[in-house]
């Protein structure tokens, strides 16, 4: 197999997980192979919506993974992820959310242009997403959607509780101010008058007032189930939660942004989702697969950091 094929097959890994928004550290339970799946078990959340605000993912979010192989390691994105999130600022545990991820628009990143467009190609192959295979069918396997089953364990009952991050806060300010220093620079080297430059500045720090007044971080433990390819796996994951305020939250008082993040790198193995090379038809690459294992990794690793923030309320018709 060639290291396009590596690339490709590491985007598929890494979609898997992506989708789970999470990470998984302990065994899988025993894969679901057919449909109709069973259904889940009620849950707090679905049966206490009225308590939730609707929350929506925000744009240009994406997903990264990454995939070792002897002589490199294979970099990607997943940039088209779409998701909400029912959120109870009283009751954490009451919240709710769901992701689903266009496979088809697996990217590589890891090496030049012509290369990451070759690579991307193999990916979707990999995902049994080819040109070739049919339309309708290539569209019914396009998305992976997570569902968000329960959240087993939160270090902050309510959102309020949750811990300041004044560090993380920090970090933000630091990069806000760095890139209103970057856009000055660039305007002044594009040949710019120093008026004009000042202008610049000014327009690069008009979102200083979108600066969060105060972050709270929680840690959570969750069960989530991903179906991809035909295959629906229920495991637990651990992530982090920070909640963006304007102010200090007080007790029922929502944060305007939410964002769900990999606590570190996670593991997902490739196999568990029918993830093997393939050729533009689907068809599995015999000569390819004996490579799994030996020159490319059975698993990729997935990083997120995805944002949510307030659902805009319908228009009065």
Known sequence: MSLGGALSFGGALSLGSALGLLACDAEPRAVERTKPWRAPAASAASTNVEKTLPY???????????????TTTITGVF???????????????????????????????SGDEDENRR??????????????????????????????EEIQEIDASAAHEARI???????LESLRLAQRAGASTTAVEAGADPLDAA?????????????????RVARA???????????RVTQPYSVSVELHYPASATPGFPPDRVVVASAGSYKIALDQYQIAPRNAGGMLVASDLKLLGAEVARSAQLQ??????????????
């Open 119 to 148: 690579y991307s190609v193999w990916a979707q192959n990999w995902l049994n997403l080819g040109a070739s295979i049919p339309e309708a069918t290539r569209e019914s396997r396009r998305w992976a959607a997570i569902l968000l």
């Open 79 to 109: 940039p088209v992820v779409r998701g909400s999130l029912d959120f109870d600022a009283v009751n954490l545990k009451n919240s709710d959310a769901n992701l689903r991820v266009d496979l088809g628009a697996v990217r590589i990143t």
């Open 304 to 317: 997120f950091a995805l944002e949510f923030v307030p659902t805009a309320p319908k228009a009065p018709k």
């Open 56 to 70: 929506t993912l925000a744009p240009r979010q994406h997903i990264a993974f990454s995939l070792k192989t002897q």
């Open 165 to 171: 991050d004044r560090k993380r806060l920090e970090q």
């Open 199 to 215: 202008g610049a500045d000014d327009a690069a720090g008009a979102d200083d007032a979108g600066l969060p007044a105060e972050i």
């Open 221 to 231: 433990r969750v069960r989530s189930s991903l179906e991809l390819n035909d295959r």
